[in-house]
């Protein structure tokens, strides 16, 4: 009957309806009649095709397709559909620009004012005051005259205008590059995405976005509908529409009462065939999206609004994150608010971290224009009495712009705004990375929370183990056989029965197939414990092709598929003589309770009372399941052809069984998992493995896997167990109970996806530890879905894994292996490490520049550093070194430590004691070199020199020690643990060495042949080596710092702690997260200006935020109260009525974490 619900209500049925009237390309439809046939549902649907087409086959003979051999699959016909009808996949929206992400680039507030800075001087240098300089102005443009040096007094500010448009195109480059990167990722996703179609009587995988309207589609248990259609065929199937109704019971589909499958649902259980009959922008979902104006060109007019709204809606509609619509509703939500940006934990640290040194910088570089202003102001009016006056103008006010650009200089070199960078490019380099070992990581925060995970859940079952079942024992006519049973010991009735009861009851999409390679093992394709069952049938050399082609699948009666409360799978077929016959199989423990008979040796029927079925579980099944082994019973049952019974009544039917065969099905573990998960318990983390087989293979496999160990003090519990220990009377789940079971439980055996998502919301909000457990979670079934959004971090399984997965987890494993989950810790280790070497580079550069410009500024009127300098300055130390120390890569010695946790500060001790450590030694030397260098190099003093005065050798050697003693800092910074050697595996970074290198190239040719620009005279080769060996001096006084014990200096603190504690609860994480945003807005107001900083950390993170949010599933549910809370669920919280944050308190100065008051 006709599933194709499209209708809208203005489209009467026309009398000639029935007649099949050519419309366009000579299809029987239009487009407008199947989008509206669409929008209705159930009764009025089929009310609908029954008018208008007759019935589904009549529906698919207007789109000129068979419901059992699909399309003809030529390339014209389907080219022909897709213009008529569209194609499947929804344009996403143009990218930025690369000008447009300049113009973005130069909205940074501090940039800006760098600008005026120098247009402002620029215009000032071209300015001659009229006559000659009057005497009455004083001395203050005194010698500045000589040599004509007055010609170049627009250099500086066309130096900084050029240093600006450096940064610019830099910040632009990075983010266009950043955005194709994950475009690229986004399509490699796309493309991976297949789905099965009918084509020429054949079953297809093509690429979901290959599907033309009038394909036949075979859909199936975890499947996410890829676009909408209409059912011709169904066995017991059940759809979630929740992401697009909101409705979360799922709704029973068949072909005579509701045939309506839209795209974006997922199939929970069943399969069928459906006829396509809307694809892309007119599928529901995409309907949907057009509305928030992801479509498209012609939108683009009519949505610039809402699209301005919602930035990041988008690439979606990837098959992989289809829309939802529970998602909508929050996107409409959201849309009233300032979006959220989500925080991971790293973000949070780092943007408090931010506001800290941004507050500092902005107060130092305040007061050195001031002290600036004031003392010129004293000196020149107060101390020599002189008058303002008008031809003066010009000569003060270049002075005011000098003393402003040097405060702007300050600023500019406080805030690091490299670190958004070196967050980015470390993610990115990461994520590249962890594609090559098997990671494809969705949510880039994913990969920084998997540093700090604590606890694993996984599967057992192709995570730990090959997923290449094989039938090892069996119980067959009373007899126990170790291994498989020759063919001639088997009485043929018992055979028979059993190669009908295997090849008849599974799904017939799985098949074993001849091996691709010579030598290799046959191919499983489809549910692997089915592969295992058919697999024993061909080892007793038989075969269950022949069987399928004389009962094909639509000659099936009645399928009761397998779902996770059944546990057991049910097929009815009709027999010749007019009865019925059922066939069952399933879980062995559960499916011999329903048995009454079994078969004895000679194939007749023997009562099989409770007695007997406790002695078989003692004597074969128990003993199975002792070796690690899965067991299955295979039963069937005959019904009379006088009276049919209920087939709605499943337990009736499903009951009075007849026992064929036991048997025991293995699953070897992988080789190489033991040794990955002593490397997990080495790195502090804890593997526990839930599974639905039974506590023996459970445990079995858990030793042979090293989960478990002989004298450990652990529990293995099964699901029901568990859940009597952790419930109260009511029923209701309590955290106390639960805290005292998850410490010490290792296997959770016969456990609902229910079980699985209530262990992991209790491990991630005990508060027993003293860290709040990160909870990574492996999960591959449809069933797995809210477990693993309920993760802090959830893998999927790349092959094995359903669609409905894939679309809740953050890292997919490409090869399904538990080893590559070691390798995602290692990297997410290595990402939180780059950064903080970073950081320790990063500060010691800001502190000693900012000191050096403050005080030098103070004391001699004039920066010692140059704002070209500084700008230069600035762009090694965060752009070049941001690359050079973010792209470290990973080593072993990473798992060989316990994880972090959610409150360690960014840095830590040992950090803060490099940090001012060698600011101290940079700080002596440079004021050493100011104030007795031209003494010691016996060169003319560069203090107190004139505005426009020729650049001076003396502020020369201390502009060139600086760097030097930044480059070999540098190669400090690569350990952040107090290491000794900090020269080791530097040249397996081949980025590291090319950039320390290329700086010191750039640097030699700045300084001999800078000049004016750079405010740089040529030096000596005597000179030149002074400054290296002051340099290479870093390297030594490193070796001194890392004698000092950090234990000793108590009085260090650390800075950039984590959002807060853990015990809040969710409404005040939420405030707190609020907290954060809202200093973030107060800073908004344009006040402040290291908004700089602020900026680059959001503009980087649009991008992953763009693509988080194209997950779809987003909805509400995303992970509620883990502190990482995606707080896409706070849309509507009252601003917080106190902001507490140490980031928004003028007393606490950057240092002190003390002042971090949490509610």
């Not at 099964?718 to 639960?738: A, D, H, V």
């Not at 600011?919 to 426009?948: K, M, W």
């Amino acid at each position: 009957m006709g599933d194709m619900a499209n209708s809208s209500i203005e489209f009467h049925p026309k009398p000639q309806q029935q007649r099949e009237v050519p419309h366009v390309g000579g299809f029987g439809c239009t487009l407008a009649e199947l989008r509206s046939l669409m929008e209705l549902r159930g009764a009025e649907a089929l009310q609908k095709i029954q008018e208008a087409y007759g019935d589904v086959s009549g529906l698919c003979r207007r789109l000129k397709t068979s419901p059992t051999e699909g399309l003809a699959d030529n390339t014209n016909d389907l080219e022909k559909r897709r213009q008529i009808y569209g194609q499947n996949f929804i344009p996403p929206k143009q990218p930025k620009t690369f000008l447009q992400l300049v113009w973005e680039a130069l909205q940074d507030v501090t940039l800006i004012i760098l600008e005026v800075a120098a247009i402002v001087s620029l215009g000032l240098s071209f300015y001659a005051p009229p006559g000659e300089e009057s005497e009455a102005c004083g001395n203050v443009s005194g010698g500045a005259e000589d040599e004509g040096e007055a010609e170049a007094g627009w250099i500086e500010g066309a130096a900084i205008l050029l240093s600006v448009i450096c940064v610019v195109l830099v910040t632009a480059f990075n983010d266009w590059s950043k955005e194709k990167q994950f475009r690229g990722l986004q399509s490699r996703i796309e493309q991976e995405q297949k789905f099965t179609v009918i084509r020429n009587g054949q079953l297809l995988q093509v690429p979901v976005a290959a599907l033309v309207v009038g394909d036949i589609a075979q859909v199936k248990y975890g499947d996410l509908l890829p676009a909408d259609g209409v059912l011709i065929q169904g066995n017991d199937l059940k759809i979630d529409e929740s992401s697009l109704t909101g409705e979360s019971d799922h709704v029973r589909k068949s072909a005579d009462k509701d045939p309506m499958l839209l795209s974006g649902t997922h199939v929970m259980e069943g399969s069928g065939r459906m006829v396509v009959t809307a694809v892309g922008v007119n599928s529901q979902t995409g309907i949907i999206f057009t509305l928030l104006g992801a479509g498209g060109e012609e939108e683009e007019k009519k949505d610039k609004k809402a699209k301005k709204q919602d930035g990041a809606v988008a690439m979606e509609m990837q098959p992989l994150k289809s829309a939802e619509g529970g998602e909508m509703e929050e996107r409409e939500k959201k849309k009233a608010n300032v979006p959220k940006k989500e925080k991971s934990v790293l973000q949070g640290k780092l943007t408090k971290l931010a506001v800290q040194i941004g507050k500092a910088g902005l107060v130092m570089s305040a007061i050195t224009v001031i002290i600036l202003v004031l003392y010129f102001v004293i000196e020149t009016f107060v101390v020599d009495g002189r008058v303002w006056l008008a031809e003066c103008t010009p000569v003060y006010v270049q002075y005011f712009v000098k003393f402003f650009i040097i405060g702007v200089t300050v600023l500019v070199v406080a805030v690091p705004e490299g670190l958004p960078l070196a967050v980015t490019i470390s993610l990115a380099y990461s994520v590249k990375k962890m594609m090559k070992d098997n990671n494809l990581v969705r949510h880039l925060d994913a990969c920084e929370t998997m540093g700090n995970a604590t606890a694993i859940c996984s599967d057992k079952t192709g995570t730990l183990t090959t997923n290449r079942m094989t039938v090892v024992q069996s119980y067959l006519g009373d007899t126990h056989y170790k291994e498989i049973p020759a063919p001639s010991a088997l009485t043929p009735k018992i055979l028979d029965l059993l190669v009908h009861a295997i090849s008849i009851n599974s799904a017939y999409t799985t098949k074993i197939l001849p091996p691709e390679k010579e030598g290799a093992l046959p191919r499983q394709v489809g549910n692997k414990t089915e592969c295992a069952l058919l697999g024993f049938i061909l080892d007793l050399k038989r075969d269950f092709q022949p069987v399928r082609e004389q009962i094909p699948e639509d000659q099936l009666y009645k399928v009761y598929t397998f779902n996770s409360v059944r546990k057991s799978m049910s097929t009815v077929i009709r027999m010749p003589d007019g009865g019925f016959r059922l066939f069952s199989k399933g879980a062995s423990e559960i499916l011999l309770k329903k048995c009454t008979n079994i078969l004895n040796s000679n194939g007749e029927l023997r009562g099989f009372r409770p007695r007997d079925r406790d002695d078989m579980v003692k004597k074969i099944i128990e003993p199975m399941a002792c070796d690690g082994l899965r067991t299955i019973c295979i039963a069937y049952r005959d019904f009379s052809a006088i009276q049919e019974p209920d087939w709605d009544n499943e337990n009736e039917v499903v009951g009075d069984l007849t026992c064929i065969a036991v048997v025991g099905i293995e699953d070897p573990v992988r080789p190489e998992v033991p040794e990955a998960i002593r490397k997990c318990q080495r790195a502090g983390i804890t593997v526990r493995m839930v599974t639905g087989d039974n506590i023996n293979t459970a445990r079995a496999i858990a030793a042979k896997c090293g989960i478990i160990q002989p004298g450990e003090d652990f529990l293995c519990l099964e699901g029901k167990e568990f859940n009597r220990r952790i419930r109260n009377e009511k029923g209701e789940i309590e955290q106390e109970r639960l805290d005292k079971v998850w410490p010490k439980l290792r296997v959770l055996a016969r456990s609902s996806p229910t079980d699985k998502h209530t262990l992991v919301k209790g491990i991630i909000d005990s508060t027993t530890g003293e860290q709040r457990q990160v909870v990574a979670v492996t999960g591959d079934g449809t069933n797995d879905g809210p477990a693993l959004k309920k993760a802090d971090v959830g893998f999927a399984m790349g092959i094995a894994g359903t669609d409905v997965a894939k679309e809740a987890s953050d890292i997919i494993l490409t090869d399904d292996n538990f080893t590559s989950i070691v390798k995602a810790v290692m990297w997410g280790r290595n990402v939180y490490d780059s950064i903080s070497k970073f950081l320790q580079f990063q500060l010691t550069v800001n502190v000693v520049a900012v000191i050096v410009a403050f005080t030098g500024a103070c004391i001699t009127q004039d920066s010692p550093l140059k704002a070209v300098q500084m700008l230069w300055v600035n762009l090694i130390m965060d752009t070049f070194a941001s690359l050079a120390l973010a792209t470290e890569p990973p080593t072993e010695s990473l798992l060989l430590r316990k994880p972090y946790g959610r409150d360690k500060p960014l840095i830590s001790r040992t950090m803060m004691k490099n940090i001012l450590g060698h600011a101290v030694y940079q700080l002596t030397i440079i004021f050493t070199l100011l104030f007795v260098g031209e003494l010691f190099f016996d060169i003319d003093s560069g203090r107190n020199a004139p505005l426009h005065s020729p650049p001076s050798e003396h502020y020369t050697i201390i502009f060139n020690t600086f760097v030097m003693m930044q480059l070999f800092n540098e190669i400090n910074a690569r350990k952040i643990h107090g290491e000794r050697n900090v020269f080791d595996g530097i040249f397996s970074n081949p980025i590291f060495c090319t950039i320390v290198l290329g700086t010191f190239g750039i640097q030699i040719v700045i300084v001999q042949f800078g000049g004016k620009p750079f405010s740089c005279s040529p030096l000596s080769t005597e000179q030149w080596l002074w400054c290296l060996f002051v340099g290479v001096g870093e390297l030594v006084w490193g070796q001194v710092i890392a004698t000092i014990p950090t234990s000793q200096l108590k009085c260090l603190k650390e800075a950039g702690h984590g959002p807060g504690k853990d015990e809040m609860t969710d409404e005040e994480l939420a405030e707190g997260e609020e907290e954060i945003d809202h200093a973030e807005r107060e800073l908004r107001r344009g006040q402040i200006l290291w908004f700089r900083g602020l900026n680059r950390i959001q503009t980087q993170m649009e991008v992953v935020s763009t693509f988080k949010r194209s997950g779809s599933f987003q909805g509400a549910v995303r992970r509620r109260s883990s502190v990482l809370s995606q707080l896409h669920d706070v849309t509507n919280l009252s601003t917080p009525t106190h902001v507490t944050l140490s980031a928004a308190k003028p007393t606490s100065a950057a240092g002190n974490p003390s002042g971090e008051s949490i509610p």
